[in-house]
Structure formats: structure tokens, C-alpha cells
């Protein structure tokens, strides 16, 4: 069950991919055993807003309207009313900080090599082949369950494909799922894609099979004809 938990004063908020509450929510329940939980759902009710880069700390000015929550320097969120985070999002285009679409926010996620739960795994997928395991996971933390099998695996590199960023010799848009090659052997599958400003090429994360993805810089062929060149992820958490 993948997801961002913060621990506030009064409550643990767990922020999650759209549309995947209800079914982690009953999940989780299955390891409430004595402890007192009550559970809500509050995505109808709250909007969340990002504030990032070098001027991220301007949210600070709203600390006593909105639930702040600082991930570093150069990242601030606020989690309030739908209402209220409108009325932000309006004084900080007063400020000239300009909103990013969803295609913006979708090119620098992968340009970042930053995984999305339902569209680059999901329960199929063992977390060490998402480059996620450091981050999302620890091996001195305490148990939880499926530990044994992550802490298996990486003792004996038996994961059999990874998560891998693809720089494409394109700026046309890739279809998710397209095959991957190495010559004529099919080596893994697009996961997502998007054109990337910053390099002027189509970028895209992609599941490379055992025996490819162990060195990265090789040249392979996406579905379609597509030159492309393989590197691998740097998740930093």
C-alpha cells in the first residue's frame, strides 16, 4: 500500500494516489488489532497544493490558515478546504508564481525518475524493481509484512526486471505500454512518458528484463522504431 504518511499533532494523514483510498483503507484495517483507529476519507473535502522551488518558503505566511508540511527546502505543501486552497492558489498568481498543469507536473516526476503508484506499479510489481525499496521501505525500523521477502530478495539480486528511465530519440508522444528491444528480443514495456523541455526528447520509465538492466546506457529500440537509451533511477528520498 503505497502512499506519504505525515504524522501531525492530532491525527496521521495518509496522502495516496487518486481513487485508491477506499481499497488501502480496508487494507490497513485488516492489522488494526487492539489499537483505538477511526478512519476517514477526506479527499472530497481537502485539496492539496505543492509550492516548489527556490521561493517555496512563501508559504510559510499562511501557517496559521492551512496545514503545512515541509519536505525540504524547496518543497512546501498546504492541505485545506477546497475553498481555501483556491483562495491560495489566487494570491500566489498575485505573487506572479505561476501554476503548472498536469502535463508539467507528469514531464518533471519523470524527468526525476519518480514512479507513479497505478501507472508504473502497482501490487504486481515487488517493490526492489521500483528503486523505491530505500526509500519507501526499512530493513531497521521494525517488522512488516512482506519484510522477509524484500530482505530475500535483495540478498540475492532475485528480482527479474526493473524501473528504468528511457531518453528517447523523439519528441512524438509515447503510447504506455509499448514493447522494448534490444534488437530483436523483446526486453521490457513503457510505463509512462511524457516530452521533456529540458531536454528537448520524449523521456519514459519502462520495465527493462534481467540481463538488460544491469548495465545502464544501453541502446534499445521502443515499439514503433524508436531509438532509445537506458538509465537508471536515482530515487533520493
Request: aromatic share 8%.
Amino acid at each position: 500500500a503505497y502512499m506519504t504518511v505525515m504524522m501531525l499533532e492530532d491525527f496521521i494523514l495518509l496522502d495516496m494516489e487518486e481513487g485508491t483510498a477506499e481499497k488501502k483503507i480496508e487494507h490497513i484495517k485488516r492489522y488494526v488489532i487492539t489499537e483505538d483507529v477511526v478512519f476517514e476519507n477526506i479527499t472530497k473535502d481537502c485539496s492539496h497544493l505543492s509550492l516548489q522551488g527556490p521561493q517555496s518558503n512563501q508559504l510559510l505566511a499562511f501557517k496559521d490558515k492551512f496545514m503545512l508540511i515541509k519536505h525540504n527546502d524547496l518543497r512546501y505543501d498546504a492541505i485545506a478546504s477546497c475553498e481555501d486552497i483556491e483562495m491560495l492558489r489566487t494570491s500566489l498568481k498575485k505573487e506572479n508564481i505561476p501554476s503548472a498543469g498536469f502535463k508539467a507536473a507528469e514531464a518533471l516526476q519523470i524527468e526525476s525518475g519518480i514512479p507513479r503508484h497505478t501507472i508504473d506499479f502497482d501490487e504486481t510489481i515487488i517493490l526492489a524493481e521500483t528503486g523505491l525499496d530505500k526509500t519507501a521501505a526499512s530493513e531497521d525500523k521494525g517488522c512488516y509484512p512482506g519484510q522477509e521477502v524484500i530482505a530475500r530478495i535483495n540478498t540475492y539480486k532475485g528480482w527479474t526486471k526493473k524501473l528504468m528511465q528511457l531518453i528517447c530519440e523523439t519528441t512524438d508522444p509515447l503510447d504506455p505500454k509499448n514493447k522494448i528491444y534490444s534488437g530483436s528480443q523483446e526486453t521490457g514495456w513503457i510505463t509512462s512518458a511524457s516530452y521533456s523541455p529540458k531536454s528537448d526528447k520524449t523521456i519514459a520509465l519502462g520495465y527493462v528484463k534481467k540481463g538488460f538492466f544491469e548495465e545502464p546506457g544501453k541502446e534499445v529500440l521502443i515499439e514503433g522504431g524508436i531509438e532509445a537509451v537506458t538509465k537508471e533511477l536515482k530515487i533520493v528520498s
